[in-house]
């Protein structure tokens, strides 16, 4: 007896399956009872279902709501299959019809990769952090210089004033005024203190 083919689902809920078709008659359907369960909304209870005489396999659609296909084209009647035909239950679940069992995926290569050469670095002291450099004040700006240029200024005027005001007082006592009022400023103090009754004893 010849191998069977298989029935191997490539969209749909479950891509990947693969069925293999050693009946004589597989069902196909969204019901449970059927030998393939196609679990989705586009697939009728009882679908579809695939035939087999010897080695010859045929489709038959079951009056599916949505429609059996092979290769795009919807079935009106049972067509013979063909290795690596596409077969479609309505829109959603395709499969490939396939006269030998696909080839199991390449085993993974266990061989342990070789050992990589450890590579020790010396380990370099990490730099201590540089010390920010002591900020310097500010220049003072042009409007507090003008300002304190003025201060001293008043305060030199005014210390100068005390010191003539000081120095008349002293003239004024000494030897009646005399030095004070007789000498070359007399028209001077004539004007100022002449209208209060200014009359210094000149000699």
Not at 2 to 13: D, H, L, R, S
Not at 158 to 164: G, P, T
Not at 182 to 190: A, I, Q, S
Request: hydrophobic share 40%.
């Amino acid at each position: 007896m010849e191998n069977p083919a298989w029935f191997i689902i490539q969209k749909g809920p479950d891509a990947g399956r693969e069925v293999s078709l050693e009946q004589s008659i597989s069902s196909i359907g969204r019901s449970a009872a059927n030998d393939i369960v196609l679990n989705d909304p586009e697939v009728s209870r009882h679908h579809a279902r695939i035939l087999r005489q010897g080695s010859v396999y045929s489709i038959e659609d079951l009056g599916s709501t949505n429609g059996t296909f092979v290769n795009n084209q919807r079935l009106t009647s049972p067509v013979i299959l063909a290795d690596g035909d596409l077969i479609g239950f309505g829109e959603t679940i395709k499969a490939r019809f396939a006269r030998r069992q696909p080839a199991p995926p390449p085993a993974p290569d266990w061989d342990e990769p070789a050992a990589m050469p450890v590579v020790w670095e010396a380990h370099t002291p990490a730099a201590p952090p540089e010390t920010a450099a002591p900020e310097t004040p500010p220049d003072t700006p042009p409007a507090s210089r003008s300002k304190l240029i003025v201060i001293i200024s008043l305060i030199l005027l005014i210390l100068l004033c005390c010191f003539c005001g000081l120095l008349i007082v002293a003239l004024d006592s000494y030897n009646q005024g005399q030095l004070l009022y007789c000498g070359g400023l007399r028209p001077f103090w004539e004007i100022i203190l002449g209208p209060f009754g200014f009359n210094p004893l000149c000699p």
